[in-house]
């Protein structure tokens, strides 16, 4: 839950400028207090492009009459607003991050009970972040497409706010246009019962006093119609009077012209200075009983997604801009301020090991492998979180068990592998890391044998196309670097050992020295044979092809690979065939990258075959035959797209300028 917190000051953290020429309605609502603003314009013509379009139709499996659609969306189209503008002043970081700091104090105080000590400072945290926390602000304006949709939503939002909503709840008329709702919030906490929760943490003084501020916030909601718009203000206090904000020199685009789909300002510079010391508890706390308790009770990973939350809050620019917009491609251009200056990416050696004809690539001078391992997973797990929340929304029982199933095999089962991947990949790479995949490569035979109640299961996979890839790191040392990887490998084997309720044979070696070519040694993934207790064979794996999990290093690079072909060909590139960067005029490069579709082609092609060559055999029977497939949405997706490419110039010493386009194929 704290993660997705963070995720919220992200998502209305982007930012954009205004053409002095002319001003569009709704900066009109804001004030110069609201420092992070995001803007969503008219989406009708993004959905009539749509329907219109014959490939992007058939892409996203829309089968029904466009003209249909297109009539049934128009029937509402009068509640679907020209322009949805957001506005944050900055103390409503501050509630953020009292909240942040409440939630993880809460945690370490019911450890410290669990435990059975004193929970002394952590209480005295807690105490000290809720006292603090005041009513978040934050300014909504709606512009609709006439003033008489927006006197009907607003009169039917008086007449269905009142205490039947909430007890307590009072609303008041100001002026013909608008209406105030009040409610003091020690009246929802204790309608939702909350407030006993505050109870809970013992130390009679520290709840009371907790009580005492919380239950004295009142909670406003201003309501004004302003011509064909409507202006939203909720806050513990009454809203700063709009006043006009001036925006000059951020971005084009402000006023929705020009396919704009979305564009924002934003400063998190007061964030960025809070954010770090909501690691302090967790650090205090390792090593204690108090931190076993509470590491006992984080059963999701809270310490390691706020960790990374807390990386990618650093790396922001304290201010920036953004707009998203629509021409002959998708294309997105950020501008940060109040970063970090990076090297350029000009003679990096993470550059070098880059075939030229890769189908995805990326490399950074700003981030080190570690990093974005750890932000990864951490991404893996927002997105599986999502979804069992989504699946929770719509009661979807059957998804939510198969859901809940992975969550729990990736916090329990993969916990040991997941924290060394979290926790202690960020400190073996030094800044500087890349990513290289091909939509080729081949197992040309996979077999998994597996003996259970006294029957032989059998998997065969045969010809089975993959995707080459390789993941490039600057490593604080080659010893270290070594040292992780075969920490990670040794862990994968416990965990796997664990789970089939076998053992590794004794002394079984991780790696095996292989030869890449003359001068070139690398270490490759030794797959031993898990044994029962009894010391027989409970499953055995079996690979011939191009896969061959290994790593080596090219003076200070560690180059990780899935394929020898591959590192074959990052060893002729690292001799002078390698990825020419992105011309740049002006500005070095810290970052660039490029997909091309038909790897995404390749995956699916690589799904789609598993599928329907894969094989289960009971006693040497098929028991499952393999499921119909249909692939014609896939095939118009990947026909769709043509490329993706973006870059990242270091603009200033602390000025920041990313851009991105997906191109989209009109073959």
Known sequence: MSRVLVLVAFVFSFAVGLLAQERPGYLSQFSPRDRTLIVLFDPLPHLEAILQDQDLRKAMSLQSDPGEMLASILNYAQFIPRE??????????????????????????????????????????????????????????????????????????????????????????????????????GSLLKQQQLHLMLMEFGAEESSKEMWDHLSKLQVHLYVQQVGDGLRFALGGSPPAAPEGLELQELCEGF???????????????????????????????????????????????????????????????????????????????????????????????IVRPIPQDSSFWHVTSRDSLGDLIATRVGQAEDRLEGKIWQADLKDGAEQMDALETMAAFGYEQMQPVRELLVREAPNVFLPGAGCVFQPAGEIELMEISAEADGTEYRWAIQQWPVLRGALIGRPTSRDDAERFVDSVYRTLAEVIAEATDCEPPADAPLTRSIQLREGVEGRALELWIPHNQQGKPRITVDFAGDFQPHYFMLDDVMVISSSLELSRQMLDAWDGKGRQLPPVAQHPLIAAGEMKMNMLARILDSTYHLIERGELHADGQQVLPPPAVERGQSNAMVGLLEDAKWKVEQRAEQERHTSFELNISRR
Not at 102 to 123: C, D, Q, S, W
Not at 280 to 305: F, N, Q, Y
Not at 324 to 348: F, M, T, Y
Request: one cysteine or more.
């Open 84 to 185: 949805i503008a957001i506005g944050f002043p900055n103390e409503s970081q501050k509630s953020l991050d009292s909240s942040m700091r409440a939630f993880i104090y809460a945690i370490h105080t019911r450890g410290a009970y669990e435990a059975g000590e004193e929970p002394g400072e952590y209480l005295a945290g807690l105490t000290q972040a809720l006292t603090q926390w005041q009513v978040p602000e934050v300014v909504v304006y709606l512009r609709m497409r006439d003033a008489g949709t927006a006197k009907m939503i607003r009169q039917m939002l008086r007449g269905n706010l009142g205490p039947r909503i909430v007890e307590g709840l009072e609303v008041v008329n100001e002026g013909r246009e608008g209406f105030r709702a009040s409610l003091r919030l």
């Open 255 to 349: 006023d929705g012209s020009g396919g704009t789909i979305m564009a924002a300002i934003w400063d998190i510079s007061e964030l960025k200075g809070s954010a770090p010391k909501w690691l302090e508890p967790w650090i205090r706390s390792k090593g204690t009983e108090i931190g076993d308790a509470v590491r006992e009770l984080d059963d999701r990973g809270l310490e390691d997604s706020i960790a990374s939350s807390v990386r990618e809050i650093q790396v922001a620019g304290d201010t920036g801009a953004m707009r998203l917009w629509r021409d002959d491609a998708l294309r997105a251009d950020i501008r940060e301020w109040g970063v970090k200056a990076c090297d350029p990416l000009g003679d990096s050696s």
